[in-house]
Every structure is written in structure tokens, then in C-alpha cells.
């Protein structure tokens, strides 16, 4: 039963794009960057939606690590290619333009793919998947991350949680959408966990010394000091396949680092040599694939949508009241979400609140009451 207090959509997308005005970021930016941390909130994924706002983008616009307004530079372009600099601005921000660039390629050429160096956190990856189904195409995206991942038989966190995420429009009231980390967590979820005091699940992270750590804060520090590691998707080791994750993690690192010459591994770490801050210099990458180019929309459409039917209709393990495909859970939470609002925990509030007041924007909220 939720019980934290409730703003809504209005409320918190007014006040989100005005903060971020306040910080520097152009409006028509900022408007984008509060669409992409509330589509997370709609989808019931928190790690990434209002509890991230303060800490991953003002807290780095105010250490100067992250550019407000964002600089875009093609380095390189093609009929169904293209090379972006983001400058260390706003990571949304460019993604947004480079797939507005893809989606106008693929509807001329059938496929599209490009790429972003020198970027920023972009938000929920399957945000940028979702504007390709909306177009009616696919579009499959990853990104590398600052170091988390140990690669398997090792304890040092090496990749990042490296999401690779693929969207399929269907001829349901939502698309498939498998959005997730490569690792059995992310470091996302772990911050939420810190912040509602929740330990992390034993399994989730191994330390240096191979042994599973579950107190949520400590994690964070020891992730930032290398004395920690997440599990790639699968598992310590072999014997559950966390090969696997470990694999897929290294795709995503390879395509986010090699199409555009950027960094990777633990020159994404975001600490100086001197031990200060620095910029990330993410890497991106998107592919569109366009399915007119192929027997047609419609036809994707439906097969797609009569796949995942026969998934769910498929027979029940004992005790389980269904069967859910990816991207249903985020669409059954928006339907219950959409009228009552962002639910804002404790912590968050105490964020939104020291910003307003940084700031001085006009701004009450329900949970002041």
C-alpha cells in the first residue's frame, strides 16, 4: 500500500523545469529533462525519475562537472549514420536531438544508427527506445556508466551497469520494452534502497574479499573506492550463466566507446587524479530500424502483439496470477499513477525543497501541508 504523499504531474513537471532553468539549462531543455526523469516516475522506475534529480544533475551542474546548456557538434554524418560531442551538457538533451536525427533517417533509409561522446547521464534508456515505437519502429540503445560491474571469476568493478534496451512497437496499448541493467542490479536501485534505509538483497554486490555486502550506503562508498563490485545478470561466477551478463555488459561498452573514440572502463570512474570530481564523458549509442522497409508496420504490429498474447496466456507456474511481458508492469503503474500523481518519499522531498529554496521559485507542495 503506497503511502507516501502524492504531487502531481502538473505540479511536478512545473516545478522540475523551472529548477532547472534556475540552474541554467535553456527551458525548452529543461522541459525535456523534466519529461525524462517524470517518465520514469510514470513507470514505476524511481531510481531513475524525481529521486535522481538533485543528486546526478544539479548537484554535477553545480560542481561544474556537467554543462547546462548543452553544445551539440556533429563530427561525422552519413545518409544512416551520425558521430555527436555532447560537450559534458545535458546527456537528454543530446540524445533527444541524435534520435530526432535517426527516426528522419530511418523513414528515408530503413535503418539508422548513431552515436554520442562526451555525454552525461541520459535518463531511463527505454525513453529513447519509446520514441522510435512511437514513430512506428524499433529502436534498440545502450550506454557504458562509471565503473561497477566485475567481470566474472573478478571482484573489481570494471563495466558499467551498461543497460542494453530494445523497444518493438506491437498493436497493444503499449510496446515491448525490455529496459535493464546488465548487472543483477543497478547502482540506481541501490541508491533507493540508502535512501529508505532498505539493505541491499545478499548476491547483489560481492567485496573485494568475494563475500556478498548488503548494507546499502556502505556499498555506495565502497563502489566509488573500488572496494566494491555489482554482479553481472546472472550471478557470481559460472554456475547461474553471470558470463552472460558479464558478455552483454562488454557489448554495450564496446559500441557506447568504440563507434565514437571515447572513454571507458575506468576512465569513466568521474574522480580525478587528484581525487576531485570530473566530467564522466558517457557514451551513447541508438539504432532505429524502420519495419516498413520489411513487410510493413502493421505487420510487425500484429505479429509482435500476438507473440507476447500467447506468452501471457501460456500456462501458470503454481500459486502465480499471471504472466506479464516486458513493459506491461510500467504500463499497468502508469494507469494507476496518471490520476493521483509522482509519489515523493522523505528524502526527496527534503531535496525538492532545498532547491526550491536555493533558488526561491514559488513553489508548495501537498507534503508541506
Known sequence: ??????????????????????????????????????????????SHGCNRFKPIYIDRIVAGIQKPVTEIEILKETPTTVVVDAHDGMGMVASSRTMKMLIEKAKTYGLAMGAIRNSTH????????????????????????RPSIAPTFGVENMLGTNPLTVGLPTDEEFPFMLDCATSITQRGKIEYYARIGKDTPAGMVVGRDGKAMTDSEEILVALNEKRAALAPLGGIGDELAGYKGYGYATVVEILSAALQGGSFLGML????????????HLG?????????????????????????????????????DRIYTAGEKEYLIWLERKDKGVPVGEAVQKEILAVRDAKKLPYHFPFED
Request: charged fraction near 20%; include cysteine; glycine fraction near 10%.
Open 284 to 320: 551513447h549509442w541508438f539504432l532505429v530500424i524502420n519495419p516498413e522497409f520489411f513487410l510493413g508496420l502493421e505487420t510487425f504490429r500484429h505479429t509482435a502483439g500476438e507473440i507476447l498474447r500467447q506468452l501471457r496466456a501460456s500456462q501458470k507456474a503454481p500459486g502465480e
Open 269 to 280: 570512474s568521474g574522480i580525478a587524479e587528484n581525487g576531485g570530481k570530473k566530467p564522466y
Open 122 to 145: 541520459y535518463g531511463i534508456a527505454g525513453y529513447w527506445a519509446t520514441m522510435a515505437t512511437k514513430a512506428g519502429m524499433i529502436g534498440l540503445t545502450g550506454t557504458n556508466a
Open 1 to 46: 500500500m503506497e503511502n507516501r504523499p502524492y504531487v502531481s504531474w502538473e505540479l511536478m513537471n512545473a516545478f522540475l523545469t523551472d529548477a532547472f532553468c534556475a540552474y541554467g539549462v535553456p527551458r525548452d531543455d529543461a522541459a525535456l529533462c523534466a519529461d525524462v526523469l517524470l517518465e520514469s516516475d510514470r513507470r514505476g522506475i524511481e
